[in-house]
Antibody, heavy 119, light 107 residues
Framework: QVQLVESGGGLVKPGGSLRLTCAASGFNFREYYMSWIRQAPGKGLEYIAYISNTGRYTHYADSVKGRFTISRGNANDSVTLQVSSLRAEDTAVYFC????????????WGQGTVVTVSS | DVQMTQSPSTLSASIGDTVTITCRTSPSVFNYLAWYQHKPGKAPNLLISKASTLESGVPSRFSATGSGTEFTLTISSLHPDDVATYYCQQYDSNSVYTFGQGTKVEI
């Protein structure tokens, strides 16, 4: 079955960087757009970014544009989110999710990795 | 950008009750509306796609209707396992995905 496993979260100081990785299995990774979504403490879900199946197209929410970069490795079935210039408000659980084939909703999710931005 | 309003923010009900959650959008999102169930510490789970299509494996007590700007998720005969936060999510033509504020269902 579809499995998405995130890693790379941790405690980082304001202005710092992290590299989040999502390892995918159980489906033909090259056929699907992938995305990252986050949930800040006590808040709802927030879409952050997506990447097309070939990696040619990316899109970012305004809140992270210019600071976060999404990429993928179709050779090793992984998607990465490079998070930089981190702020306290970036503290959240970061979820990797697969977009369905119509690219209108997220049909599989990982359990998330926690990023805490604090001095 | 599409504006979304999900209500109520919290819902307290009893086992066996029928509960309804509403999501309103402005402007229309046609039928590009999905519903998710999220329990603490778990991965969110897709319940409904394209406004009313029940996903495989989702209990039939979950149903949804709507199109355009008003959508509803109904849970018939509430089970203890349904305690969770429920989110609507829309897709618009600018390739933007937006989630509702969430509805916490308590028993």
């Amino acid at each position: 079955q579809v499995q998405l496993v995130e890693s790379g979260g941790g405690l980082v100081k304001p202005g710092g960087s992290l590299r989040l990785t999502c390892a995918a299995s159980g489906f033909n990774f090259r056929e699907y757009y992938m995305s990252w979504i986050r949930q800040a403490p006590g808040k709802g879900l927030e879409y952050i970014a997506y990447i097309s199946n070939t990696g040619r197209y990316t899109h970012y929410a305004d809140s992270v544009k210019g600071r976060f970069t999404i990429s993928r490795g179709n050779a090793n079935d992984s998607v990465t989110l490079q998070v930089s210039s981190l702020r306290a408000e970036d503290t959240a659980v970061y979820f990797c999710a697969r977009l369905d084939t119509s690219n209108t909703h997220f049909d599989s999710w990982g359990q998330g990795t926690v990023v805490t931005v604090s001095s | 950008d599409v504006q979304m309003t999900q209500s109520p923010s919290t819902l307290s009900a009893s086992i066996g009750d029928t509960v309804t959650i509403t999501c309103r959008t402005s402007p229309s999102v046609f039928n590009y509306l999905a519903w998710y169930q999220h329990k603490p510490g778990k991965a969110p789970n897709l319940l409904i796609s394209k406004a009313s299509t029940l996903e495989s494996g989702v209990p039939s007590r979950f149903s949804a209707t709507g199109s355009g700007t008003e959508f509803t998720l109904t849970i018939s005969s509430l089970h203890p396992d349904d305690v969770a936060t429920y989110y609507c999510q829309q897709y618009d033509s600018n390739s933007v995905y937006t989630f509702g504020q969430g509805t916490k269902v308590e028993i």
